[in-house]
């Protein structure tokens, strides 16, 4: 931060996930396992299955809340099963790197075998690096055939054992509980070759698997832990949010203390906007610091917003611009129109790519528009010849023809006037262009164009300050009068030789031809009496603010006034 200050730079607050500490301070964790697959192929029946089995093992005898994640013990290790976070947000976690699953199980009914859903779990999974295990359901049914379904996850490139692959498969029915246990196993030894660990020390690290509001907590959250402890108080941040953690209960919505990595947890306390599934969720150093994250990333993604419309935008206005000039192109090979047909679209094409950056110079946006091509290209080659400094001459559109309600619109939006030749402009334009405030100035003399716009550009040149010499005087004498802080005020006793002094003057102090002394005075007198101005044969005292001036007999005293010229532009087209 010191160093960011130095360089005057705005510190960015960055917070991401860190690498896992090297495997020998690391232990081992459960596996996180996410079942996918087609609609109505028994996902939720599976789950249900899973589920039933944990109330069974365990000491409650309700039935669990639904918070997205539950986890299971079987052979005294532990599994966390997602309850399917859907397509979009598994790849929105895939997006943001938040790999918080380990193993996908691939539920295909044994019936129907690959559906287009079954191709988007592969999809996923794959291009996520997750491994899969295959999951054949209802093989109880009686027209079921897990051999032709294993066969059509081949051409997805999904191979089993049983076909010399090296993706696990089993088949189950969820529905009666049958290889359920199988199941499981093969779970736990494909978890056992991917050698999972993770930390319990450290910064705090997860993802959101489901978000919502709940009334008298707020905005609650459900979270898998990959790294560290949570724990009561920790404070969080996820995307544009932050949590000081208020409340942290398990699937039975019992109280936990604490959640290691792996474990699912519901916990209480978020602020802002509720957060999306597959945010990555990190611990942060305070509240304080949280805050200034979530305001951080509020902007940048405000900031992002606002670039992705302005692109938008201008990809629009491209698209429109294009396609006018297609049109146009169009209509001049269909002979509609004559002239110079080629060189002015590419003209055309010019001038509306060119930037119209407002740097607070000068400038005069037009668009014209004429009756006939041939005097349109003489106004265009009338406007290609300006090229004075004093004033940018920008034409931001022209065309044959009365302008329209959408030309109206662009010079609306860039402040340009509108010139017409030789065009009868309907009431309605007009009427449109007094609402918006538009000039339209219409002409039917092409000198008179061309004079009225030297005079709108004469109108837009800065007035020049110039200091033009008003009166000259003569140093009789110098006075130096003390100060209350022991400096000394001098004090020019000054006869006006030519013309007037006044108390607004620049004044140069010149002797023998070298100037020792420019600025204004501080205070003019005449025989003790304040004055502002003094004219010819008068003798004043001028003061100023430099201290170390002294001035001798003979100095010669100019004084200017600074007077503002009016200057024109330096343009005259060919011909006019």
């Given amino acids: 931060m010191k160093i960011v200050s130095i360089f005057n730079m705005k510190p960015q ?38 589920r039933k089995s944990r109330i069974v093992e365990s ?6 809340q639904h918070i997205g994640a539950f986890t299971l013990n079987d052979c005294d290790t532990q599994m966390t099963f997602l309850d399917t976070p859907g397509h979009a947000a598994f790849a929105k976690m895939r997006q943001r790197g938040a790999q918080v699953t380990d193993i996908v199980v691939l539920v295909v009914a044994a019936e129907e075998g690959v559906k287009d859903q079954t191709v988007q779990s592969i999809k996923f999974a794959k291009e996520a690096g997750v491994p899969i295990i295959v999951a054949i359901n209802k093989c109880d049914k009686p027209n079921a055939n897990p051999l032709r379904a294993k066969q059509s996850l081949i051409e997805h490139g999904v191979v089993v054992e049983d076909f010399d692959g090296d993706i696990l498969s089993v088949e189950i029915s969820a529905l009666l509980g049958k290889n359920i246990d199988s199941l499981k196993q093969a779970i736990l030894l494909l978890a056992e070759d991917l050698d999972l660990f993770s930390t319990s020390e450290g910064r705090i690290e997860g993802t959101i698997i489901e978000s919502t509001m709940v009334q008298g907590l707020g905005g609650v959250c459900t979270m898998i832990v990959q ?39 519901r916990v209480s306390g978020w602020r802002n906007e509720l957060v999306s599934p597959g945010e990555v969720v990190i611990e942060a150093e305070s509240v304080d610091h949280a805050r200034k994250v979530t305001q951080c990333r509020i902007a940048k993604n405000k900031a992002a917003k606002r670039d992705e419309e302005l692109k938008a935008i201008e990809k629009q206005r491209e698209e429109d611009r294009m396609n006018y000039l297609l049109n146009r192109k169009a209509l001049y090979n269909r002979g509609i129109r004559h002239g110079s047909v080629n060189r002015m679209i590419v003209h055309k094409e010019h001038r509306f790519t060119k930037e119209m950056v407002d740097d607070g110079h000068p400038k005069l946006k037009i668009m014209i528009f004429s009756d006939v091509d041939g005097t349109l290209e003489v106004l265009l080659n009338v406007i290609d010849s300006y090229s004075s400094p004093e004033v940018d001459l920008q034409l931001v559109d022209f065309g044959v023809g009365a302008p329209n309600e959408n030309d109206l619109e662009i010079a609306s939006e860039l402040n340009a006037v509108v010139y017409c030749f030789n065009i009868t402009v309907p009431k309605a334009i007009t009427m449109l262009a007094e609402r918006l405030h538009i000039r339209i100035l219409s002409f039917n003399v092409i000198y008179h164009l061309v004079n009225n716009l030297k005079q709108l550009l004469n109108d837009r040149v800065p007035l020049k300050k110039e200091f033009k010499l008003v009166g000259v005087g003569e140093v009789l004498r110098m006075f130096l009068v003390p100060l209350f802080n022991d400096n000394k005020q001098p004090i020019a006793g000054i006869r006006i030789i030519w013309g007037i002094f006044d108390k607004s003057c620049k004044y140069r102090i010149k002797r023998k031809n070298k100037l020792i002394c420019e600025s204004h005075a501080i205070s003019m007198k005449c025989e003790n009496e304040v004055i502002k101005s003094a004219k010819e044969n008068q003798e004043v005292g001028l003061a100023f603010n430099d201290y170390t001036l002294r001035f001798k007999k003979h100095d010669s005293v100019e004084a200017y006034q600074e007077i503002c010229a009016k200057v024109t532009i330096s343009w005259n087209p060919p011909g006019f």
């Fill in 13 to 50: 607050l960055v917070t991401r996930p860190k690498a896992l500490p090297p495997r020998e301070k690391c232990h081992k964790r459960s596996p996180i396992i996410t079942i996918m697959g087609h609609v109505d192929h028994g996902k939720t029946t599976l789950l249900d299955c899973l």
């Fill in 59 to 64: 000491e409650f005898g309700g039935i669990t």
């Fill in 227 to 265: 790294r560290g402890t949570l724990r009561k108080n920790s404070i969080l941040v996820a995307g544009t949010s932050w949590c000081k953690v208020r409340t942290m209960t398990d699937e039975f919505n019992k109280t936990v203390d604490e959640a290691g990595p792996s474990i699912p947890v």
